[in-house]
């Protein structure tokens, strides 16, 4: 599922568990209330109302006064200020509206500040928080901050208020008290830290850092052996390096490089934790961490004992070029627990190189303008002068906007902004069509400071950015200017004036000069100077919405004020955040969309961190195959050797070892093909019990020692299994060592060892000695994922997850199918979030969640209906810019999210898969449920929970009667199929006769397991005899079978037990069937004879004989059922049943000499074919080898239909038939989306089977004939595996009866009797 992170080792995640205990402690036990205890003086705002409303009444829960602060004016201009009086830790916020009045504030925004200037807007979700207020005066809302604030002044901005009075307020900040020592830093001071080991395995790194500067170091140490650590400003991003060691000759490069934070040089405090455990490393900045492993090998960092602070000591040479130490203030640096800053209060460390060390933060001069789309600020210059000077820094994201504008006696002059380049507009009246336009830069929308100074005198102009002299723009002007005295910065609006090219400017300035004179900014904010509009004073609130990087899979982000977009060019993924895949998840959703064989990307976990990769899906069956191919030739020469005189062949594939994983771990089987083509050169070495000469590597870089068509723990080759190698005395061809060329080849099959990445090869070396190696494509078929189902059988079942990540983005999808009109498909049922997709009215999706406060809710129609049994496909997604609900690839909706709460979202609570809350649930099958990449194991949570069923049920119930003669209907993820196994028949429907042709003196022997016993055959679903593994006592059973033969007498069936009991079928000597009871309590067997007719003549015939107590009842071909009555002297219980003979008794112990002497010489010659008794099939047995060790053989036995005719089914017409198909055969398991309902024409598949009868009647004497003429007997062909008793040691007996590795060793043959 989910997205998987690198998550650190024990040690640093327990030292991180540790850390943020003791915050959750120091978060529980920081909740003093810190506006109360204040005194009045430090309660200040913009204005008050009147006398009774002043700030210092704003205490919650308060009366004083005329209960709470009002100001006077009620706009957007007002802000109430509390001074804690030192840094506080402010965690929460509580307020009210004013006592007992129609006054308070719905909606408000947060300001902090160390020193009253440089305020910082409270930020969260990347965007400046807008809290929600009060709706009356005395109720108290209360708001938890997410991240704590270390300020020592906050500043309340009302944001929105209430309708039938004015604003007003009464608040509480909750808290404590921090401390810290804060060192200054100017450039040139370094603090020199011996550390106490040398190789250190384990560090944990902290700080606080606050500056101006873009650039500097703020952490550096290295070793003589080239490690080192650097922490530093670059552009005002903070980059971490890390190199634990590169080797001397490069192969191993250690350098690691992260980026984190951007904007730093914004004079606030910002903090750092770096943890490092070995490779693995936390790299936090402002809350926001990223978890990394270092490149190379070494686990060790050595620093030959030394760290610094601040910058790159003088005596040490930096391994990268001069950069430049930090400038700024930091605070509570500590290394491994040490108080760093404390050790420089107590002179315990190396400062020398500190001109003046001292331990405060001197304030910045700095002051901001924040600008938003509807702001300017006015300010005074010279009037009537013939030189205009204008200077100004300005940031931004925007790459146009207005900078200043001022009116010119005749004409204007407007900078600004144009798609990243400082431009300039010079008109003058005085002349007509005089106009000047220069421009300078380019990319100045980047977020960083940039300074412009326009200097216009006499007769030309010139224009500088970024202190550029030598780039400075020169000209001329044809006459000379006499400037208007006021200057407007970041707008313009007054429609009085010629309207200018650029109407507004988002961002901030600072440093503004005119007429080359600093302005005094603080003057107008205290309104002596110039004038203002929605201008934000002291402040710069630049935010960037690019870090971190909401773009993902490597999508690249760009931005605006506002907003920002991804560009999801090249990275295989689509949508605002470049979250959902472009490719479907395996080829056999390709398949399932009516995609042909081909080349496909494929993309296994969805939008998890897993990328797209490249397959050849073959669709040519009804399997899909999935094919990775490698770098290696067929028939490629091993003729190089290494020192130890071993061939190393490297075997690289086209995707990675975990794109590898996802195909083979969903995979249901694997197989990959290798070959050794050898010419004196041994491969395994055997029979010797040492290390062979050859071996492969595999998944985890793990040897193996079998070879192609062998399986693990096995030291052979195919040949070996199969007992027909070159040798006898080898199991391998190879391992012959003959001058010849011979050949060891087969497909591994153990998925869990899949692919072969390597083969060493170790017997080249020799005169002589020659070998080529095949190793083939990986081949995987099935998607397990894909079709991962479960059935809700009732509107109140549902299956419950526990909770999962959502993040900031989140996908769901799966496929559902359904005959119900309404129904919740999924929901969690969390305390604050909400997350719910259903069914309404059979013909649309409904797909809501909650961001905050605001409930989202996307619907999608569709225009067929929802509820008509066949499969549909939902998919929704949420990220930090849009909710997307889509059905069946086609009918969609797009909704943009609300900005704000999306952090929120972070952890849903426990989902449930159904309704769980009273609403109706889901009724039908849903499958392939995937959230952010991870499948949800729908089939084994159903195994546990009532009322929800594994798999997709529901096909048996339409088309279950198709399975004929006790076959067992088995639901299926697209249809249905037919388990034989229990059954004496084979085939799609169970309808296929099993039979086989019984030379003279062939007889098939199954035997009941001793009721005590311990069954020796592993459970199989299909073993035939399942229905009765151990001796039983019946009192009812049923015999069925049909044969031909021309040859009397015989033994058809004895059943035999551990008593004297026993039953049996024979042929007299004139044709005529007779079946024998013998069940206890008679003298002489009770037998029935029918004698009306020789059924020794050549035709197939069919016997069913069911006992019921005393009740016989015997049907004989197509005549009426026949009743007969045991006498009631006999026994009614069959007891200990122990043994099926067929065509001849071969028994010890006491046998009816009748039977001996009679019928059992020379035995049964002719066919023999849907033998049952009860559940258990003893020819299908015997002719199905491997499948259960309960049978025997003796005798020469050829599989053959014995020309009887098939049973038939009712009849239906091509179209209506789900299971029609061409001459080529039925392909399964039925599907059941090519079920049609149509007309049957009953009398046309009656003459069919007529025919049929007559050509199987036909083919029956032909193939007697030829028997007899020529005793040629026909072939046959199994695909089935060998039994245990055909392996050659207790590994192969292991292996080749694992239910889990039946498909490892291929034994496909065939054998010719004549």
């Known amino acids: 599922m989910s997205s998987v992170r690198g998550m650190l080792l024990l040690p640093v995640l327990c030292s991180i568990i540790s850390t943020s205990s003791a915050a959750s402690s120091v978060s529980r036990k920081c909740e003093d209330s810190l506006a109360t205890p204040l005194p009045f003086s430090s309660f200040t705002s913009s204005s008050v109302f009147g006398r009774g409303r002043e700030a210092g009444h704003a205490k919650l829960n308060r009366k004083q006064g005329l209960g709470g602060w009002t100001p006077l004016e009620t706009d957007h201009q007002q802000w109430l200020q509390v001074d804690l009086g030192s840094r506080k830790q402010v965690v929460a916020i509580a307020t009210q509206g004013r006592y007992s009045t129609s006054d308070w504030t719905s909606k408000y925004r947060l300001l902090y500040s160390d020193t009253q200037k440089n305020w910082r807007p409270y930020l969260q979700d990347g965007n400046i928080w807008t809290f929600e207020g009060n709706v009356n005066s005395e109720g108290v809302v209360r708001h938890e901050l997410l991240h704590p604030v270390l300020a ?33 830093f100017d450039g040139h001071g370094v603090i020199s830290y011996r550390i106490k080991s040398r190789k250190i395995v384990k560090d944990i790194t902290t700080l606080k850092f606050r500056t101006m500067a873009r650039d500097g170091v703020l952490l550096h140490g290295e070793g003589q052996q080239g490690d080192y650590i650097s922490l530093e400003l670059r552009r005002a991003r903070l980059q971490l390096s890390i190199n634990l060691g590169s080797n001397q000759y490069g192969s191993i490069q250690g350098h690691t490089s992260v980026t984190s934070g951007s904007l730093l040089d914004d004079d606030h405090w910002h903090s750092v934790v770096i943890e490092r455990y070995r490779r693995n490393v936390n790299f936090t900045l402002d809350h926001h961490t990223q978890q990394f492993r270092t490149n190379g090998e070494f686990d060790h960092l050595d620093l030959d004992h030394g760290i610094s602070f601040g910058g790159i000591p003088a005596s040490v040479k930096p391994s990268t070029g001069a950069r430049e130490n930090f400038k700024g203030c930091m605070e509570g640096i500590t290394y491994n627990k040490d108080n760093i800053t404390s050790l420089v209060r107590r002179k315990k460390v190396d400062v020398s190189s500190f001109r003046n060390l001292t331990f405060s933060c001197a304030e910045s001069n700095s002051f901001s303008v924040f600008f938003n789309s509807t702001s300017f600020l006015r300010l005074p210059g010279q009037g009537d002068s013939d030189t205009l000077s204008v200077s100004l820094s ?97 707008g313009y609006f007054l429609p009085t004036i010629s309207r200018s090219l650029q109407r507004s400017f988002q961002g901030c300035m600072q440093m503004i000069h005119v007429d080359d004179h600093l302005a005094d900014l603080r003057a107008v904010e205290q309104g002596l100077i110039g004038t203002f509009e929605n201008v934000s004073l002291d402040m710069c609130a630049i935010i960037d919405r690019c870090v971190p990087n909401h773009c993902e899979h490597g999508g690249s982000c760009s931005q605006t004020w506002d907003s920002f977009s991804c560009n999801c060019s090249g990275t295989g993924y689509t949508g605002a955040t470049c979250h959902t895949s472009m490719y479907q998840q395996s080829c056999e959703e390709y398949k399932h969309q009516g995609k042909n064989s081909g080349s496909y990307w494929i993309d296994p976990d969805g939008s998890g961190s897993l990328a797209p990769f490249r397959v050849s899906c073959d669709m040519t069956e009804e399997i899909v195959w999935t094919t990775l191919k490698n770098n290696l030739s067929p028939q490629t020469s091993v003729n190089s050797a290494d020192q130890e005189e071993k061939a190393v062949l490297q075997i690289t594939y086209n995707v990675t070892d975990v794109q590898v994983l996802s195909v083979t771990r969903g995979a249901s089987y694997c197989e990959q093909y290798l070959a050794y083509a050898c010419r004196m050169s041994r491969l395994l070495n055997t029979p010797a019990e040492g290390a062979p000469f050859t071996w492969w590597v595999g998944r985890a870089n793990e040897r193996h020692f079998y070879w192609g068509g062998s399986g693990p723990g096995i030291q052979k080759c195919s040949c070996g299994i199969e007992h027909n190698c070159t040798d006898p005395k080898y199991f391998c061809n190879c391992d012959a060592d003959l001058r010849s060329w011979r050949e060891d080849a087969g497909l591994l099959v153990y998925k869990d060892h899949l692919p072969v990445s390597q083969v060493v090869v170790g ?46 983005s989140t996908d769901i999808s799966f496929y559902f199918k359904t005959s119900s009109t309404h129904g919740v498909f999924l929901e969690n049922l ?78 849903y609570s426990e989902l449930y898969v159904g309704a769980s809350s009273g609403q109706r649930g889901f009724l039908g099958c849903m499958r392939a449920l995937k959230m952010n990449g991870v499948t949800f194991d729908l089939e084994g949570r159903a195994r546990m929970t009532p009322g929800v069923n594994s798999g997709c049920q529901g096909h048996c119930n339409k088309y279950g009667m198709h399975c004929r003669n006790g076959g067992k209907c088995v639901e299926q993820y697209n249809g249905y199929s037919c388990d034989c196994s229990h059954t004496a028949y084979d085939g799609p429907f169970c309808t296929d006769d099993v039979g086989g042709y019984f030379e003279t003196g062939t007889l098939v022997r199954y035997d009941f397991l001793p009721e005590t016993g311990t069954s020796p055959v592993p459970e199989q679903r299909s073993l035939p005899g399942s229905g009765l593994p151990i001796e039983a006592n019946l009192t009812h059973e049923e015999l069925v079978f049909s044969f031909s033969t021309s040859s009397a007498p015989s033994i058809l069936v004895y059943i035999s037990s551990r008593t004297q009991d026993y039953m049996a079928v024979v042929l007299r000597h004139n044709g005529t069937l007779q079946i024998r009871y013998s069940l206890g309590g008679l ?95 003893p020819l299908k047995a015997a002719l199905r080898s491997g499948m259960s060790a309960a049978v025997s053989t003796h005798g020469i036995l050829v599989p053959s239909n014995c020309g009887a005719s098939p049973l038939t089914i009712s009849p239906m017409a091509s179209a209506s038939d789900p299971w029609h198909v061409e001459a080529a ?61 055909s392996a050659d040691c207790a590994d192969a007996a292991i292996i080749v009866n694992d239910p889990a590795f039946t498909e490892t060793i291929d034994e496909s043959k065939k054998e010719w009797f004549i």
């Open 830 to 907: 969390g305390t604050t979030n909400f997350l719910h997709i259903e069914l309404r009215g059979g013909s649309m999706v409904v797909f809501s969640f909650d961001v905050g406060r605001e409930r989202v809710e996307l619907s999608v129609h569709s225009h067929v209906p929802l509820n008509d049994d066949q499969w549909h496909r939902v998919e929704a997604e949420k990220n930090i810019k849009e909710a997307v609900l889509q059905l069946d690839g086609q009918h969609r909706e797009v909704r943009p999210t609300p900005p704000q709460g999306h952090s929120k979202l972070e952890f």
């Open 763 to 808: 017997d080249t070396s020799r005169a002589g000695s020659e070998a080529k190696l095949t190793v083939g494509p990986l081949r995987c078929q099935g998607d397990r994922s894909y079709w991962n189902a479960a059935s809700f059988s009732s509107p109140a079942s549902y299956l419950h997850f526990p909770s999962f990540r959502g993040e900031t």
């Open 1083 to 1177: 003298t002489e067997p009770y037998t029935i004879d029918v004698d009306h007719r020789n059924l020794a003549n050549g035709q197939p015939h069919s016997v069913n004989i069911t006992r019921n107590l005393r009740e016989i009842r015997l049907q004989l071909d197509h005549y009426p059922v026949s009743t007969y009555t045991l006498p009631d002297t006999s026994d009614t219980q069959f007891n200990l049943i122990k043994s099926i003979f067929l065509g001849k008794v071969f028994e010890t112990g006491q046998i009816d000499p009748i039977l001996i002497e009679r019928y059992n010489t020379p035995g049964f010659v002719g066919c023999l074919s849907r033998v049952q008794l009860n559940s258990v099939a």
């Open 152 to 184: 020592r002044f906050i500043r309340f901005i009302p944001v929105a208020w209430s309708r039938e009075g004015r604003i007003g307020v009464r608040l509480e900040l909750y808290g404590c008290s921090y401390w810290a020592d804060v060192i200054s």
């Open 394 to 490: 300005f940031r931004t994201w925007n790459p146009n906007g207005l900078l200043m504008f001022t009116a010119l006696a005749y004409g204007w002059v407007e900078v600004g902004l144009t798609e990243g380049k400082v431009t300039v507009h010079v008109n003058v009246t005085q002349r007509p069509n005089t106009r000047i336009d220069i421009s300078s830069g380019s990319g100045l929308n980047d977020g960083q400071w940039h300074s412009v100074h326009l200097n216009a005198l006499e007769y030309y102009a010139m224009l500088t950015v970024d202190g550029d002299e030598a780039s400075t723009v020169r000209t001329a002007i044809p006459i000379q200017i006499q400037t208007g005295g006021t200057y407007y910065f970041g």
């Open 1225 to 1285: 055969g039925a392909v399964f398991p039925f599907n059941e989306d090519k079920a049609r309902s149509d007309e049957v024409d009953r009398n046309s598949a009656i003459i069919g089977g007529i025919i049929s009868m007559v050509i199987f009647i036909v083919l029956g004497i032909m193939v007697f004939v030829i028997r007899h003429l020529f005793r040629h007997k026909g072939s046959y062909h199994t695909n089935e595996a060998k039994g245990a008793e």
